[in-house]
């Protein structure tokens, strides 16, 4: 079993529920905890009542650390600074032996397992962002991207995720300043800080709009295990931005087609639970690709 947590609110929803989707399509053995951060986000999760899922709801796990930090924070830098105290509340609250932090914005194309697995006896997994060398942000974003991220519950794990916590909740907001940049440029130097961190080498895990450039998908050597969409926004009129990234046909053919598409059908059944969204159900998807934008 395979333990796994996310956060999001309703504006995420058909995202998160894209990549719990796709988790599941891959994944036999799991279970999600989901950190609901509205409560028509809680509501519309609880209707679906979907397997393999707890939803844990904002007002259950804001500490009164985080509550002191929150009107100083946008919505975002908020998620930021959450992001280890959901964490942290999922071991310590499930007695989880591991868990896996995963962004709402990722989606498997095969099991994430994998990934874990490669960690071995390390009690930390981080992931880089593995920017290409022309187009290098690691100074200022961050060596290290927070979007799959596993620590162990022993005292490695614990005594990384702890320091983390504690400096998200200290400082964590969208702007670099002073070496630090939201969450994860705290992660730059956690593998001489901490006891066991492990760095991902699968290249399968974490393909990105900011990487995909350095890769031939047609002669890949790897399984591809989960993409990021990053910046991918859902416009009213069910429009899709995709984000201001160079993306050739081929990359939009793989990865943002599929997606976009499993997006669009989420939002057709959203509509039926709960009408949150602004999709039309008698619509079909228009692809403009060389455009930032898709119409549907």
């Not at 007002?59 to 959901?86: G, I, M």
């Not at 490695?156 to 995720?161: E, V």
């Amino acid at each position: 079993m395979y333990n796994y947590c996310t956060l999001f609110d309703s504006s995420y929803l058909t995202r998160g529920l894209a990549m719990y989707e796709s988790l599941s399509r891959h994944s036999s053995s799991f279970h999600l905890y989901v950190f609901s951060f509205d409560n028509d986000c809680t509501n519309t999760l609880n209707k679906l009542a979907l397997p393999n899922i707890t939803i844990i709801p904002l007002q259950d796990f804001e500490s009164d650390e985080l509550l002191r930090v929150k009107s100083d924070r946008s919505t975002a830098e908020y998620c930021w600074t959450c992001t280890p105290s959901v964490i942290k509340y999922a071991i310590d609250h499930y007695n989880l032996p591991e868990c896996t932090y995963l962004d709402a914005d990722i989606y498997f194309f095969s099991d994430p397992s994998v990934l874990i697995t490669e960690m071995g006896d390390k009690s930390v997994l981080i992931t880089e962002h593995r920017y290409p060398s022309n187009k290098d942000l690691s100074e200022t974003n961050g060596k290290y991207c927070v979007q799959f991220i596993t620590f162990k519950n022993n005292n490695d794990g614990m005594t990384a995720l702890n320091w983390w916590r504690e400096k998200c909740i200290e400082w964590c907001y969208a702007r670099f300043e002073d070496g630090k940049f939201g969450d994860q440029k705290y992660l730059d130097d956690w593998t001489t800080r901490f006891q066991g961190v492990h760095v991902l080498k699968h290249l399968g895990g974490g393909m990105a709009p900011w990487n995909i450039q350095q890769y031939n998908l047609k002669s890949l050597n790897f399984d591809i295990i989960f993409y990021h969409f990053h910046g991918v926004k859902l416009l009213p009129r069910n429009r899709v931005e995709l984000g201001g990234y160079r993306l050739s046909e081929n990359d939009l053919q793989t990865f943002y087609e599929p997606y976009i598409k499993h997006l669009f059908s989420i939002g057709v059944k959203l509509n039926k639970v709960n009408p949150l969204t602004n999709y039309n159900p008698t619509q079909r998807p228009t692809w403009h690709w060389k455009s930032p934008i898709w119409l549907y």
